[in-house]
């Protein structure tokens, strides 16, 4: 009898594999059922119907007569269509189940409105090396143009396309054109491949410059800003730097009333003064509301500078700071990744030790709270380094250099070597956030 029990035992084993359970078999992906182009519907005319599967390698099967189709049915990309007929469509992949069945009925009536033109793109598709603006358009008069890119076929239900349509990542967009009087035309789609070069290593101020020629700026600011767009005689800083690089096609626009792209064109650096020197807090005020109401939030990027007048010794930093605080963040919240943060501008170094403190207090707050956005501009710090890169301090705090000062010893606005200094820099530090490279 023991024999015999470890015989059962070892056959029960035997049975069952390695004593557990297989599980069941690995799921088998469906394929992607056919799709239909032009769509069905009502055509005054014979129509050639396409007829594709997004599953790689499939092949697409159809019938005419009604029955459903299978595996031994005829192989099918295109159909002509001649006579009111259901158009049905398998796709078979190997490695892939069968699609579910798809179908498309079309109605031919010589009475029937004719198709409206099908829209065509521009640019056309192709492989870029940056986004492109496609404008999609059907020269059918009072046509709608309704597009999409999520790889669905558009139909007379889908919204009408953006104009233009923005395309910054690979995609396929397809579009129909509908209007009053015409049935829906057929389907055109244009394939687009954007292949974004790498940044250059260490990239030319024209280089720079390009990156930014799509974008507009709002530079707010008062007293030393001026000095930073055009230098001690009006003829240096960054509106010089961009001058000398016209052809990269960004500019400075001075006190645009709006957003609209005619007096803010793209490539715009908007030169806007906000508020009252020695107003802090309204400054800021000022600056919310230039960005929300004056510019509708439409801007790329949004910058804001104190003055040194607007901070000194007697100033209440820390009521200042609160005010700040609430006010950027809440623009940040709103219009996340275009706030632009600057340091406040300082006084030379033999002048104003009480008012600098004050200042630096400021900044290291500024610097402390949004530097981790990649988005503060310490133009105090590059004020204090001479034209040696040695640090000026007056009292153990950060003091302009005199090498930067307008009369070389009270004077707390640029000369045009300072002026120049900061515009390149910067232009270096806007071309870092606009490619998401700033620290």
Known sequence: MRNRSWVVALAALACSGSGGSSGPPPEVPQASAPTFSPPGGTYASAQQVTVSTATPGATVRCTLDGSEPTEVSPACTSVDVVETTTVRAIALAPGYASSAVASSTYTIDAAAPSPA?????????????????????????????????????PTPATPACADPV????????????????????AVRSAAYTIQAQPPPVDPTVAQQLEALASKRQLFAHQSVGNSILYGQSGHAGLDALLQANAAAGVAVVYEPASADGSAFPAGGWADTAIGTNGDPVGKVNDFDHQVRVRFGGALDFVA???????????????????????????????????????????????????GNTAREQLSELIRARYRPTG??????????????????????????????????????????????????????FMYAVAIGAAR
């Open 304 to 354: 804001f500078k104190f003055c040194f007048t607007d901070i000194w010794n007697a100033t209440d930093v820390a009521d200042t700071w609160a005010r700040y605080q609430v006010v950027m963040d809440a623009l940040e919240a709103d219009f996340p990744g275009r706030v632009i943060h600057f340091t406040v501008p300082l006084m030379p170094d033999v002048t104003d030790i009480e």
């Open 375 to 428: 988005r503060v501009f310490d133009l105090a710090d590059l004020e204090a380094h001479d034209a040696q890169d040695n640090l000026v301090t007056l009292g153990g705090v950060r003091a302009l250099a005199l090498d930067w000062s307008g009369d070389g010893h009270f004077d707390a606005h640029l000369n045009d070597a300072g002026a120049d200094r900061v515009a390149r820099a910067y232009v270096a």
């Open 117 to 153: 033109e099908p829209p065509t793109f521009s640019p056309p598709g192709g492989v870029y090396a940056s986004a492109q603006q496609v404008t999609v358009a059907s020269t059918t008069p009072g046509a709608t143009v309704r597009c999409t890119l999520d790889g669905t076929q």
């Open 166 to 185: 923005t395309i910054s990542v690979s995609a396929t967009l397809r579009a129909i054109a509908t209007a009053d009087g015409f049935a829906a035309s």
